[in-house]
């Protein structure tokens, strides 16, 4: 499954940069770990270490420099 989502998942997002400004698309991407970390802390119970909340504040911070 993961031979025929991963070309179509960056297929997909080939196409929103013909739609969207690409900045925003970028942004959109970098955040996905973001969301990644988040879903460890809430569902997974992984802990909360300030090197994984501050790589995410850096990660956000990055993602809002590109949107802007």
Known sequence: ???VLV????????VAMELAPPAVIAAGRALNVVFAALV?????????????LGGTAV?????LALAL
């Open 59 to 63: 990660i956000v911070a990055g993602a």
């Open 7 to 14: 070309p179509a998942a960056y297929g997909l997002v080939l």
């Open 40 to 52: 460890g802390i809430w569902l997974l119970h992984e802990p909360r270490t300030p090197r994984t």
């Open 1 to 3: 499954a993961v031979t």
